[in-house]
């Protein structure tokens, strides 16, 4: 594999152990050990071991309080705060809904029927945000959030995406001053996501480096927005 | 045991570990990935996997707290080494990251386990200390340490093995 000398640490199963828990194998060295330690206990003691040793090293870092979204997102994806009885055959018939769309493509029909057969519908109504460039009509994301919080955005145009960006949704409370981050979006396709955001709130896109703002707040232009409003 | 609660479906004791764990687990994962966004995945994914016993603890071997911050952490390594993936892919350099501290070591000695690992690593002398913390922390290869700290390939590779080493013996109280 190199032209170095043979390595007497290679016969040393347990420093490959500690090598794969500190991170420095390559890709294929490190599947390749995961697929021995399956069937060699050996080797699950040597990386459990390595664990132990190397742990405090994480353990010391300043502990950092997590977005309250977070275990939003884990009560939903646990089903901890599973919100029972859902009403099938909801019909999702909304003024507000079709004044929020009017006049949008077909694309955005089509994002729009997406959104009703994808899930089966939880009691009470879906809010939704139509988020669109400042002061241009034409809907580019549509968001769709029901009442236990699970919340689907769909890309109903073609965002503006520079290369080596990322798309990253804001939420701004009505009257707060600061937006709390609800994670990346893709510029195609849709995404799911929790919002526990009512109506009012603004939904907004910016224009974030690759993984998302490192800062917890935009730092790129806000490209679109709109509003959660009552279906 | 709120480990083994867990894995029973048993939602107050999720609740329980994620008041008690996320602060350092998010901690952890922020400062793996620098991203709020990639930080909140990665302690989500690893605490479902803890959820849905995908990821099973066996306390014969070893810490459960351990187990838990290397649960994020490979998460979040993975995460990040997916968004390198996507940023060379469009052909871009990775921007300004949130900044880490410092000295990651400075806050060790401050649990018995640190103490002990603080010391060892103390012993193993500036040059491969460097390369293990760059290592465990920023996610980086064999390579990537090499050029990011500017020393040949072969230095930084058995550094890192003869740190290893040195710190094994140390630990476990035997003369290196």
């Given at each position: 594999m190199s032209d170095h000398p043979p390595d007497p640490f290679d016969e040393d199963p347990d420093l490959l152990a500690a090598e794969y828990v500190l991170g420095v194998l390559e890709p294929e060295q490190a599947r390749a050990l995961e697929a021995l330690a399956l069937h060699d206990p050996a080797i699950r003691d040597s990386i459990a071991a390595w664990q132990d040793r190397l742990a405090p090293i994480a353990l010391s870092l300043a502990p950092h309080p997590p977005p309250p979204v977070l275990w939003r997102r884990l009560a939903l994806a646990t089903g901890i705060d599973r919100v029972s009885g859902a009403r099938p055959g909801w019909v999702w018939r909304s003024a507000g809904l079709w004044r929020a769309t009017t006049a949008l493509s077909l694309a955005v029909a089509a994002s729009l029927a997406f959104l009703l057969l994808t899930r089966p519908q939880p009691v009470g109504q879906p809010m939704l945000a139509a988020l669109s460039p400042s002061g241009a009509p034409g809907a580019i994301f549509l968001v769709r959030v029901d009442a236990d919080g699970h919340a689907t955005v769909v890309a109903a145009g073609r965002p503006d995406l520079p290369s080596g960006?990322?798309?990253?949704?804001?939420?701004?409370?009505?009257?707060?001053?600061?937006?709390?981050?609800?994670?990346?979006?893709?510029?195609?396709?849709?995404r799911r996501l929790i919002v526990s955001d009512r109506a009012g709130t603004q939904l907004l896109v910016s224009q974030e480096p690759p993984g998302g703002s490192p800062t917890g707040l935009p730092t790129g232009p806000v490209v679109y927005a709109g509003t959660l409003t009552e279906s | 045991m709120l480990l083994g609660l867990c894995a029973q479906q048993d939602g107050a004791a999720f609740r329980q570990l994620y008041e008690l764990e996320s602060p350092?687990?998010?901690?952890?994962?922020?400062r793996i990935t620098r991203r709020p966004a990639l930080a909140s995945d990665a302690v989500h994914d690893a605490l479902l996997q803890v959820w849905r016993n995908a990821a099973r603890f066996d306390p014969a071997r070893g810490?459960?707290?351990?187990?838990?911050?290397?649960?994020?952490?490979?998460?979040?390594?993975?995460?990040?080494?997916?968004?390198?993936?996507?940023?060379?892919?469009?052909?871009?350099?990775?921007?300004?990251?949130?900044?880490?501290?410092?000295?990651?070591l400075s806050r060790l000695a401050q649990t018995r386990a640190g103490q002990a690992l603080r010391k060892c690593l103390d012993e193993v002398g500036a040059d491969r200390r460097q390369f293990v913390i760059l290592a465990f922390l920023e996610g980086l290869s064999h390579s990537e340490v090499a050029a990011k700290v500017g020393q040949p390939l072969g230095t930084v590779?058995?550094?890192?093995?003869?740190?290893?080493?040195?710190?094994?013996?140390?630990?476990?109280?035997?003369?290196?």
């Open positions: 960006k990322a798309l990253e949704l804001w939420a701004l409370k009505p009257g707060a001053t600061a937006p709390e981050s609800l994670g990346l979006i893709p510029a195609s396709g849709q | 350092v687990l998010y901690g952890v994962a922020l810490n459960a707290r351990a187990w838990l911050v290397s649960l994020v952490r490979y998460r979040a390594l993975d995460l990040v080494a997916r968004t390198r993936r996507e940023v060379s892919a469009a052909d871009a350099d990775l921007p300004e990251e949130v900044d880490p501290e410092p000295d990651p590779k058995s550094g890192i093995r003869r740190a290893l080493i040195a710190l094994r013996a140390c630990l476990e109280g035997a003369p290196a």
